[in-house]
């Protein structure tokens, strides 16, 4: 009884989304005179646009959650971590609509390619750091992106057109099944939230943060820190396969834009603006991303990208530790702001 208590205690903000998001779409369908049994059977339009939006805000988010697990905990910047979505995604329409393999077939391949990606980034792992990290990372996923991009692949990607019309069982068709769809993407995002909270409260994660911090001191402590970049590799690796997955079954058609490094730049936008290492920032960013996006492309139209840079912009200079990182200081810090945005448009002698 004691230990369902503190876990109550310890994670009622997620529960407490959870309950939330479950209740969204009843309580949306008042506004335009839809019964919870016409939710309940997929009718209703405001209520079927909201859950929409919510599964693009849930894949976001698990994919950020990724992110954070493998830059924000460990301090591992990949700029090649849209690989792991896209290989999903691919994969995915590849084996629905080509192989025309059974659902749970394609889960099992995904998760096992997700697996074979995280060995091969992780090769490198004890031969290179920091920037060259980085940059080889980047490398392997650009390899990808000119595969998928290749006009001999075109019959399994659609080389630059994308891959379009992926059959998408009926048990869990967005069109026909949308609240179930919202109902998974939901839960999926949950029970990855609470397993990470308790990786990075574990005895491993705890050292994943010291290699955060300092490397070299964890190695002088005994521990073999490329084992534990591997294994925060291939959490990593699998959670970004699944939001790719879900991608797949949501999007009418497959873009090869999310194989580039644009993809994995939203990532660490959705992980600055929520908050760097707080994994509930990669929540509270997705949602601030998407709906900020949704908001000025309805009202201001190809003027939309510009905004949001220099709101971007604005936002790291003012909020340096994202919405929760300030949050959890209390304290904005609005003085160094000024200062370096002064300093940006200030002329040098």
């Not at 990786?199 to 290699?211: E, M």
């Not at 003012?318 to 904005?332: A, K, S």
Request: glycine share 10%; with cysteine.
């Amino acid at each position: 009884m004691k230990n369902n208590s503190s876990f109550l205690t310890k994670n009622r903000g997620i529960l407490i989304f959870f309950a939330v998001m479950l209740l969204a779409p009843f309580l949306i369908g008042l506004f335009e005179g839809s019964t919870p049994l016409m939710i309940w059977g997929n009718q209703g339009s405001l209520s079927k646009f909201i859950e929409g939006l919510g599964i693009e805000i849930f894949i976001l988010a698990l994919f950020a959650l990724s992110f954070d697990l493998l830059f924000g905990i460990t301090g591992l910047l990949s700029f090649g971590h849209a690989m792991f979505f896209a290989v999903a995604a691919y994969l995915t329409g590849i084996a629905l609509k080509t192989l025309a393999m059974p659902f749970w077939g394609v889960v099992l391949l995904v998760l096992l390619a997700a697996i074979v990606q995280a060995l091969l980034f992780s090769l490198v792992l004890p031969r290179v750091k920091g920037i060259t990290f980085t940059l080889v990372s980047l490398g392997l996923a650009s390899v990808f992106h000119i595969i998928v991009m290749s006009s001999d692949m075109i019959n399994l990607t659609g080389a630059d057109v994308g891959l379009q019309g992926v059959p998408v069982p009926a048990f869990i068709s967005p069109v026909t099944e949308r609240l179930r769809f919202y109902v998974i993407a939901l839960t999926l995002l949950v029970v990855t939230y609470l397993f990470y909270r308790r990786f990075v409260a574990s005895p491993t994660g705890r050292v994943c943060v010291a290699i955060r911090e300092n490397e070299d001191r964890a190695k002088m402590l005994g521990y073999n820190t490329t084992i534990f970049k591997v294994v925060v590799m291939i959490i990593s690796s699998l959670t970004a396969a699944t939001a790719g997955m879900l991608h797949a079954l949501y999007q009418p058609s497959i873009s090869p834009s999310i194989a580039d490094l644009g993809f994995t730049v939203t990532g660490l936008l959705i992980v600055l603006i929520g908050g760097v290492g707080t994994l509930s920032g990669a929540i509270v960013g997705a949602f601030a991303f998407r709906l900020l996006d949704f908001t000025l492309r309805r009202f201001m139209g190809e003027s939309a990208s510009f905004i949001t840079g220099a709101i971007y912009v604005i936002f790291v200079l003012f909020v340096p530790y994202g919405i929760v990182g300030t949050m959890r200081m209390r304290q904005l810090r609005t003085k160094p702001g000024w200062q370096r945005l002064l300093g940006m448009v200030k002329p040098k002698n």
